[in-house]
RNA sequence: GCGCCCGUAGCUCAGUCGGAUAGAGCACCAGAUUCCUAAUCUGGGGGCCGCAGGUUCGAAUCCUGCCGGGCGCGCCA
């Protein structure tokens, strides 16, 4: 309908091209938007007033002269000029009404997209180290990328979504080592945990799985463990160097197949429980991208290959530096550490590297706030690998703080005094928490308030919007029971039927999804839809309560039953794109 | 110190590319059910859009400065 509008627009600036009303090489894009209330019509251009400048004509004489040449169409009731030189364009109730009847001939697919053969994006969310189970920061990355995810492929996007494992480098083996320790202890050994151990209770449990597997095969007594170890934080030493000598000590006294043992039963593990949880929640990657199948593939290789060839790398203090700073970044970062290790960055830059040798037109990078350091980093690194940093994009998330009670709960990853989302999900529903992460804007902290989000009451916007969904269904089963069926055909032929202000309203909402899957694609913003959902069961409520749907008419009645499965249809089309459930009874 | 994000009703937040009288939920007050689910609906009060300048036909929106809050600035991951 928006498009229609526009087209109209564009047709009518063409003849005032041609009438020399406005200079022939005048170049502009009409903007209609929707308008604020119905008023003013659905729609509004402001043609006229851009247009003031370059015609040297007042905005209102323009506005006349757009109207009066725009090509006829049967859709439109009528336009005015309003304020100060809108041009508002009323619809008919056949073009309000034809929504219905294309929601119900297009069913689930209404409002989407084509898929573009130049939009294939590569949507990396989560990508939550394998050490520990998520937690709620996690959530909200899960709930955002998935509905993100739903919503660029509803506007047209090829979507791929990845989950960058971090299964290489020193936290994974400080999850081993803790896992070694506390195996030491089911073991019936004394041991020292050092203060930068993975605290956690899962790591007693991972420590179970390997004693029942591979029973004391790896034990050594306290002696040989701390034998020679750095002192810990606490014994007036240094907790990195500690826990760094330790992870040594574990190797030496372990030999190789020995660690390997722990380090790939820590993984194995926490990355089957993280998978776990995000399918519980609702959440399905396309690819699970290993760090260490990097090195092994030769892309890391690869990546320092191209910095070096465009020039980007030097040699200083026995490391290899990029030049990062030449590119926009606040200083040149290492590559390659003095030990001949690769940092993170290093990989991180043949991820980068890797995504866009398989042929995505955009990458898509979606971050903790806390990660905004690195955005200047890898745009820079994107630049030295001689690709456009334009095609690569950062979302950042901003923190999410649990409230209980009314009051903020305190929490911290490092002690393990943190509330996973496990907890969460079994507190207040997948459905409560996929919602209350993506009702705010990324960019906004956000307060989660658990007793609302349980809350099996009017407070709860979930439950707000899942029952207008089964109240929809609801009417369906009462028309069976009383021995009705609802005949779409007649529905259809009676759609003019449907005069009254509720349900002009509920088809203005209805007729507003392309446009919401649209905006809300492009501006990258879930919670647009989450807002959109909340007001389409609004319109439906207040319908609901202001009309009987099943009357004796049975053209009228036909003709409500189109209008709210149309209704039921966006609902559920929607929920399902933020992961949320659409019940036929509540 | 430098960089990024935020500041809108009592609370939590929407507000698209600058557009008409700045909106929603909660809370508060007053009402609605012999009728498809009251997890619903109707009505009401409530605003220095952090502050000060600037840009223009027009600014919550763009620019500059300031104030307040959050986060980040490793040969860590």
Not at 14 to 21: E, G, N, S, T, V
Not at 131 to 136: A, E, Q, W
Not at 294 to 317: C, F, M, T
Request: hydrophobic residues 40%; proline residues 3%.
């Amino acid at each position: 309908m928006k498009e229609h509008i526009e087209e109209l627009l564009i047709q009518a600036f063409l003849h005032l091209k041609r009438d020399k009303i406005v200079p022939a090489d005048c170049k502009i894009q009409p903007v209609v938007e929707r308008t604020r209330s119905p008023e003013h019509g659905e729609f509004a251009s402001n043609l006229a007033m851009v247009l003031t400048k370059q015609a040297k004509r007042p905005p209102k004489d323009l506005a006349k002269a757009i109207i009066n040449r725009l090509p006829k169409s049967r859709q439109l009731e009528k336009t005015e000029i309003a304020g100060p030189g809108f041009i508002n364009f009323f619809m008919n109730q056949m073009a309000m009404a034809s929504t219905v009847k294309e929601v119900l001939r297009k069913e689930g697919s209404y409002g989407h997209q084509p898929t573009q053969p130049d939009r294939s994006v590569t949507l990396e969310f989560v990508s939550a180290n394998p050490t520990g189970p998520l937690h709620v920061g996690h959530g909200r990355g899960a709930a955002y990328g998935a509905s993100l995810a739903c919503i660029l492929q509803a506007a047209g996007y090829e979507v791929q979504r990845e989950y960058y494992v971090n299964d290489h480098g020193r936290q994974m083996d400080i999850l081993a080592l803790s896992v070694w320790l506390r195996y030491l202890e089911l073991c019936g050994e004394k041991v020292r945990f050092p203060k930068n151990g993975y605290q956690g209770e899962y790591v007693y449990e991972i420590a179970r799985v390997v004693r029942n597997e591979h029973g004391d095969k790896w034990r050594f007594t306290e002696l040989e463990v701390y034998d020679g170890a750095e002192p810990d934080e606490g014994e007036g030493g240094d907790a990195e160097s500690h826990i760094d000598s330790l992870i040594n000590k574990a190797s030496d006294l372990m030999g190789h197949a020995g660690y390997l043992a722990f380090f790939n039963a820590s993984l194995d593990q926490i990355l089957g429980d993280i998978k776990n949880d995000l399918a519980e929640f609702g959440v399905e990657f396309d690819h699970w991208f290993s760090e260490v199948g990097l090195e092994e593939s030769g892309a890391l290789q690869h990546a320092i290959e191209r910095l070096d060839k465009n020039g980007y790398l030097y040699v200083k203090d026995g490391a290899t530096w990029f030049k990062a700073s030449e590119l926009g970044d606040e200083k040149d970062r290492v590559i390659v550490r003095e030990n001949g290790r690769t940092t993170y960055f290093a990989s991180d830059i043949a991820y980068l590297l890797n995504k866009l040798e398989r042929g995505f037109d955009h990458a898509i990078y979606v971050w903790g706030a806390d990660h905004h350091g690195y955005i200047a980093r890898l745009s820079a690194a994107a630049k030295g690998l001689g690709e456009d940093p334009e095609n690569i994009e950062f979302i950042l998330l901003q923190f999410v703080a649990l409230f209980r009670d009314g009051e903020k709960i305190q929490m911290s990853t490092r002690s393990g005094n943190f509330i996973t989302l496990r907890q969460l999900r079994d507190e207040v529903s997948s459905d409560a928490a996929r919602y209350f992460f993506v009702m705010r804007s990324h960019d906004q902290h956000l307060d989660f308030n658990l007793d609302l989000a349980k809350s099996r009451s009017n407070e709860n916007p979930v439950y707000y919007i899942q029952y207008a969904h089964a109240r929809i269904c609801s009417v369906f089963k009462n028309l069976d029971q009383m021995d009705l069926r609802h005949n779409a055909a007649i529905g259809e032929a009676a759609l003019d039927r449907l005069v009254e202000e509720h349900e002009l309203g509920l088809m203005r909402s209805l007729s507003r999804y392309p446009e919401v899957i649209e905006s809300s694609a492009r501006a990258r913003a879930p919670h647009s839809m989450a807002h959109y959902l909340h007001g389409l069961a609004t319109d439906f409520h207040a319908y609901y309560n202001a009309h009987q749907f099943l009357v004796d008419d049975e053209n009228l009645r036909n003709a409500r039953l189109n209008l709210i499965l149309a209704a039921r249809m966006v609902l559920q089309d929607g929920l399902s794109m933020l992961g949320i459930s659409a019940p036929e009874e509540m």
